[in-house]
């Protein structure tokens, strides 16, 4: 999580439901340090520390110790300082997980563009799966499909075309080379230029 998320009453909840997080430290967190433990700071890994926060609202919001890892990132010349309630992975790999959240956020960002769920047919978690599952199965049959029939066309206009034909009792082979031939092409001249004076 990134900063901005930063709730320590929903992390504590996290943590009791044996989940762990990795989220970025704010400066205004005051705390005490309990143990230090050793870095290779070849690895771009400045310490590696247990912690508890200071102050009686945050002890009483997470009343535990936590894990505090700063880390040095090269290539962006910045110094990064993680918290996370996980001390079995190594200190490296904290860092890791935080530069690898774009990665999940990126995948999510796909799914509502390519996807198309525009809601949910149940609210539990299970409908939710269902739904999901199902339609990253369907983008992949079509994207097998696609590559079969060695189509040109976008995924979106297979899919448009797909949903359009759903009642259609027509061979798939057919259907794309029916679509392929009525599409014209870029020498059709028939289409009047806005600006032709």
């Known amino acids: ?12 909840r996290m943590h009791c439901q044996a989940a762990f ?3 970025r430290h704010k400066r205004d967190h005051a705390f005490t340090r309990l143990e230090s433990r050793p870095v290779d700071k070849a690895t771009g890994l400045r310490s590696d520390q247990t ?8 002890m009483e919001n997470y009343p535990v110790s936590m894990r505090r890892v700063s880390f040095f990132d090269v290539e962006k010349r910045r110094k990064f300082v993680f918290f996370t309630n996980n001390f079995d992975l190594p ?8 530069r690898r959240r774009w990665h999940i956020e990126l995948f999510f960002k796909w799914m509502k563009q390519h996807l198309r769920i525009k809601a949910f047919y149940g609210t539990s ?4 799966r269902t739904q999901i599952w199902i339609a ?3 983008y992949v049959l079509v994207a097998i499909l696609r590559k079969r029939l060695g189509c040109s066309r976008s995924m979106t206009d297979i899919l448009q075309i797909l949903s359009v034909n759903t009642f259609e009792k027509i061979d798939i082979n057919t259907l794309f080379s029916q679509i392929n031939n009525t ?8 289409q009047l230029r806005l600006f032709d004076f």
């Not at 200190?91 to 935080?98: D, G, N, P, Q, R």
């Not at 978690?125 to 939710?128: I, K, L, P, S």
């Not at 599409?183 to 028939?190: A, E, F, L, Q, R």
């Open 125 to 128: 978690d299970n409908a939710v």
């Open 21 to 23: 997080f990795v989220t």
């Open 1 to 12: 999580m990134d900063k901005a998320y930063i709730d320590f009453k929903r992390l504590y």
């Open 136 to 138: 990253v199965a369907v």
């Open 183 to 190: 599409v014209p092409g870029s020498t059709c001249h028939n």
């Open 51 to 58: 912690i508890r926060f200071s102050g009686p609202t945050k």
């Open 91 to 98: 200190a490296l790999s904290i860092a890791l997980l935080y």
